[in-house]
Structure formats: C-alpha cells, structure tokens
C-alpha cells in the first residue's frame, strides 16, 4: 500500500501523497495543497524541496554515491570517453558502436562557428572573463539559428540543436581564450577526437599540427565526465527554469553558464587556487585560514570545501585527488600549491567545525591544480566546468521538455508594507 502523509492545519487533517524513486528516495507531494487548504509550503534555497522527477542522476550525499543512468561515476570515469557520456546522458542508455559513431560524425560536423561571430569577440574589451564572453556568445546562437526559437520544432531540429551546441561550445571556448591572449584563432580540426580538438584549438597554432599529449588528453576526458551532471543543482535548475517558459535551448544554457559562474558553484574552481596562491604567499601557517573560515564575523570561507548535497565525501572529489597526483607525476610538473591542498584538507578534517557541519573538499578543491598542469589558466577554470556540464543541462531540459513539465514559478511569503494610499510628492 503507497504511504501517504498528513498535515493537520487549522484544526483540519490533509492527506498528501508520497512518492518513492527507484532508489527508495521519498518525497511528499505538497502540489495541491495550497488549493485545498490555502498553505504554501516555504524552503529558502530548496533546501528540502524536489523540483521535479528525474532519471538522469542518482545522488546519496549521505553514503558519496553517485551515478550516471545508473552507472557508478567511478565506473565512467576511468573506462568512457565524454562523448559517450554525453550520450548516455541525454539518451538514458549507453551507445553500441553504431549509435556512437553516429553521435560523434554529427556533433564533429558541427564545431565550426559562423564567422560574423568573429565581430563580437572583437568588441569585448581584451580582459573580458571567459565565463561572461561564453554565456553571451551562446546566446547569441539562437541568433544564427532561428528554427531554434520555435518550441514547436521537430524531433530532429531538436537533436540538431543539442548536436549544434556541444561543438559549438568549446570552439567558442577556445576563441575566448586566444582572444583574451591576442592570438589569431584555430579552428577546429574534425580529424580529432572532441577532447583532442579542445586542447588544439587553445593550445594550437593556425600553421602547425599540434601533437597533443595523451596524459593531458585523458585527464581531460576524465575532467569533464566527472562534471557532466550532477542533478538539480543551481545552473541545473536554472537551465530547466528557463526552459519551462518555452525559451530556446541556447538561451536555456547560456543562463546556467551565468549561474556557473558564481564562486559558490562552478566558479568554486577559480576562487580555490586563488585562496590556496594567497595562502602561499602569505607563508604563514594554515590553521590561520581555517581559523578564519570559522570566524562568522569574517567573509572567508575555504573555497571548495562544503556541499549542499554530500556530508559525507564528494566521490568527485576522491577521483580527482588520485588524477591529480597521478597527471602531476606524468607531466613532471612540481606545483608546490598542491601541497598546501592536501595539508589544508588534513588540517580542515581534523576539525571540529568542519566534522560538525560535514564539510569535505568537493569537486573543485582539486580540479584547478589538475587544470594548471594541463597548461589552461585560471579565468579558464569555470569555463572547462561548464563544457563538462553542458551534456547533464541538455539532458536535463530534454527532460523537462519531455516531461511536460509546467512553467517555474514559486510562491512567496510576502512580508512588506500592507495597503497604503499614494502620497503627493510634495508631502513627503
Ligand atoms: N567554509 C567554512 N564554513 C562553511 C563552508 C566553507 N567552505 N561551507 C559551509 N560552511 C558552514 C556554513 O557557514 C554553515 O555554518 P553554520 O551552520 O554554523 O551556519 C554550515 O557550514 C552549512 O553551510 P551552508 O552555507 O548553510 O550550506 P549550503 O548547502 O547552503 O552551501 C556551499 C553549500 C557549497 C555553497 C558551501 O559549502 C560553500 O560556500 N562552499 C564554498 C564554495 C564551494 O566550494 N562551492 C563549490 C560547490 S561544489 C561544485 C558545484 O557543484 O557547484
């Protein structure tokens, strides 16, 4: 027998019904209670609020379980390559060799981008961030592609579409960079693998073939699949947000790259080698900033610490710790800023205010130093987030789309001035 809930409000009893996901998650859905008894229910940054049903991610923050369609993250991480993830990601179920190839043939025909874009890189000023550069020329997209801004386009328009955005993305990635270094563009080279061309078209020359280096191309791979998704986090649920109002695809993922930026989310990568390069050079010990991070009249928190989800550890986080031992070592790359990490993650766990609260080093604690090894600079840190996220807020949009699911729109608790009546400027 399913199980149901009951609130008693003014006096009144209600039934609510509870809902279990496949993994004995349970919710109760409170969708029609204001209408039958006129409560909302309220939760400041849905800290206990389910947005929706998915079958994308499996998440128990509880236990650091995370899956992919039902696949272990550590599974996908060390044996498929981001394209393939991709698929599984927005399909539901991993590839044949067919189904692959045609996945692959499709988005490799589609990296380059229309060359009047070139004339907006121009207009940013040299030291725009990558991040503001790559929201806006996504959305500018949508532009070039019309067909797309008609939500009642075809099956295949659709696909086109997704297939459209995951090349067009780290083309436009790459063209960020160059333009923020001055450097005349490469375009992409459709003989390499999605990865390859990435680091071609940043690290490249218009006149030679750059030979990349498959240390660096595998931790890439392994990089953006550990970010591909992560269910309803904030750009997450900011791309299904704005896609609930019908708005196209590009416009949808240009709002979660601004909503990636933030030094809480995404942004989290840069801020962390930012902190760890200030407490190098500020010699001192560590229990200095972990003091600080404590202090709640100071501002400082230990960047890539804490998770709104895991309270136990960031399975993303275990993985990337190994990778970057292990890419250092391969690249024979020394970064004293690496040490400093795992000593302030020794002392940070050893204390009593991060055992209590279950703050544990998240993806981004070590992401970045894997990302400097690589050669990729520190604006560039939230950007090669987002071309890693990008598959997990196409599939959860295609979701969303299919799902039928209605307009985002919350309710609030209004807490301001009752009815008053206008006074006269002069009067007041
Ligand atoms: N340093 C010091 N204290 C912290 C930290 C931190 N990094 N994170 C949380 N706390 C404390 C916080 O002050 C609060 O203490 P108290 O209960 O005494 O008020 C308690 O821990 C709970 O924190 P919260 O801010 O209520 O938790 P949240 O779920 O709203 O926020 C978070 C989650 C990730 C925004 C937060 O932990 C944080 O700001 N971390 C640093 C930024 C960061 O690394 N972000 C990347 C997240 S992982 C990548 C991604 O998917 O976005």
Not at 376 to 389: L, N, W
Request: overall charge negative; aromatic content about 10%; some cysteine.
């Amino acid at each position: 027998m399913s199980e149901i809930a009951r609130i008693i409000l003014d006096g009144k009893e209600y039934e609510l019904p509870v809902i279990v996901g496949t993994e004995n998650e349970k919710a109760i859905d409170i969708s029609k209670l204001r209408g039958a008894s006129g409560y909302i229910t309220i939760d400041p940054g849905f800290k206990n609020t389910g947005s929706c049903k998915s079958a994308i991610t499996y998440l128990d923050g509880e236990n650091g379980i995370l899956h992919y369609r039902g696949y272990p993250i550590e599974q996908l991480a060390e044996k498929a390559t981001f394209l393939e993830v991709a698929y599984l990601l927005i399909k539901g179920d991993l590839p044949n060799q067919k189904e692959l190839d045609w996945f692959v043939n499709s988005i490799t025909n589609h990296t380059l981008v229309h060359e009047d874009m070139k004339r907006f890189f121009e207009a940013f000023p040299t030291d725009a961030h990558p991040m503001g550069i790559l929201s806006s020329m996504i959305a500018s997209l949508s532009t070039f592609y019309p067909e797309s801004q008609n939500p009642n386009r075809s099956i295949e328009d659709v696909e086109l579409t997704m297939h459209r955005v995951i090349a067009k993305l780290p083309t436009l990635a790459a063209q960020a960079y160059k333009n923020n270094m001055g450097h005349p563009v490469v375009y992409p080279k459709n003989s390499l693998s999605y990865t390859e061309n990435f680091l071609h078209m940043m690290f490249g020359l218009p006149t030679d073939d750059y030979n990349v280096s498959p240390v660096v191309n595998d931790a890439l791979n392994k990089l953006l699949i550990l970010h591909a998704d992560h269910e309803q986090n904030c750009s997450a649920s900011t791309v299904r947000i704005v896609g609930s109002s019908q708005a196209n695809l590009y416009s949808a993922i240009s709002a979660g790259i601004a909503a990636l930026w933030g030094p809480l989310h995404g942004g989290a990568n840069q801020a962390v080698i930012e902190m760890l390069e200030t407490i190098k050079n500020d010699g001192g010990g560590l229990q200095k900033w972990v003091d600080k991070a404590k202090d709640k009249s100071d501002s400082f928190r230990l960047m890539g610490f804490g998770h709104r989800v895991y309270k136990n550890f960031d399975p993303r986080a275990k993985i990337i710790k190994k990778a970057a031992d292990d890419v250092l070592e391969a690249l024979g790359v020394d970064d004293p800023v690496l040490d400093i990490a795992k000593e302030l993650e020794a002392v940070a766990l050893k204390d009593q205010y991060f055992i209590d609260r279950g703050l544990y080093p998240n993806v981004d604690f070590y992401s970045g130093i894997i990302y400097r090894a690589l050669g990729i600079p520190t604006d560039m840190f939230t950007v090669m987030f987002a071309i890693g996220r990008l598959p997990g807020w196409i599939a959860q949009w295609k979701e969303m789309v299919e799902m039928g699911e209605p307009i985002g729109r919350p309710r609030q608790v209004y807490t301001g001035a009752t009815k008053r009546d206008y006074v006269d400027i002069t009067k007041r």
